[in-house]
């Protein structure tokens, strides 16, 4: 059985993205959750995982952490988490390459914080780029790939788990979208995994 070492739901926006990966191709798996910003959260996480950070998978003895490298492993195991086109998968490997190394503007000044509503906070202009970018991406995607479903590359791939962070973060920050983008932000908060985790981040926070 995989186990999945993930962070608190309400800040760990990376171990997110595996574990809505994992969740939306139904694979079993047995989840480890660690408490972040803990007198024992260091050692807690190096039990797992060597780069001290979450998420991190186990399978049997095979230990793979960082996010992307996650699902990566997943869509080995599950291959129609990247588009079956060769041009398409290029594309969704561009823009998750793009999200995972990329938008600290973003991620700095507008950390996920599902708990909170902040209309008027993080807006930097490298923020603000950072945004723009994110919906170009969107907006391009959702226009090319409209009639195969719902999702940016028409059914769900890693693209959307590893965007789905940003989804969060666009409705803490109230960031205004164009109707493809928002669409597509209403599809990904309808997931019932999405629903999940959400309702974890918001039970967090009466602990
Ligand atoms: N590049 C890594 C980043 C992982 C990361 O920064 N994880 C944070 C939580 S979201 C962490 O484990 N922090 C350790 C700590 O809070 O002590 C990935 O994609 O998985």
């Given at each position: 059985m995989l186990k999945l070492v993930i962070g608190d739901r309400n800040y760990s926006s990376w171990s997110?993205?595996?574990?809505?990966?994992?969740?939306?191709?139904?694979l079993p798996f047995e989840e480890i959750?660690?408490?972040?910003r803990d007198s024992k959260t260091r050692s807690e996480i190096y039990k797992y995982s060597p780069s001290g950070k979450v998420p991190c998978l186990i399978d049997g003895d095979i230990t793979v952490?960082?996010?992307?490298?996650i699902c990566e492993y997943l869509?080995?195991?599950?291959p129609s988490l990247w588009p079956s086109d060769r041009a398409a998968r290029?594309?969704?490997?561009a823009i998750c390459a793009e999200m995972?190394?990329?938008f600290g503007g973003f991620r700095h000044s507008m950390p996920m914080?599902?708990?909170a509503s902040k209309p008027f906070d993080g807006r930097t202009a490298e923020a603000a780029a950072d945004i723009a970018r994110i919906i170009a991406i969107w907006e391009s995607c959702r226009c090319r790939f409209a009639e195969s479903g719902p999702f940016l590359f028409g059914r769900f791939?890693?693209?959307?788990a590893m965007f789905s962070p940003v989804v969060w973060r666009f409705l803490t920050y109230a960031v205004e979208l164009p109707p493809a983008s928002k669409a597509w932000v209403e599809t990904m908060c309808a997931l019932p995994a999405m629903e999940y985790w959400r309702a974890g981040a918001l039970a967090e926070k009466g602990e």
């Open positions: 997110l993205r595996p574990w809505l990966a994992i969740k939306q191709v139904g959750y660690i408490r972040l952490w960082d996010s992307l490298a869509a080995e195991i599950e290029a594309e969704a490997r995972h190394s990329g914080e599902i708990h791939s890693i693209a959307d």
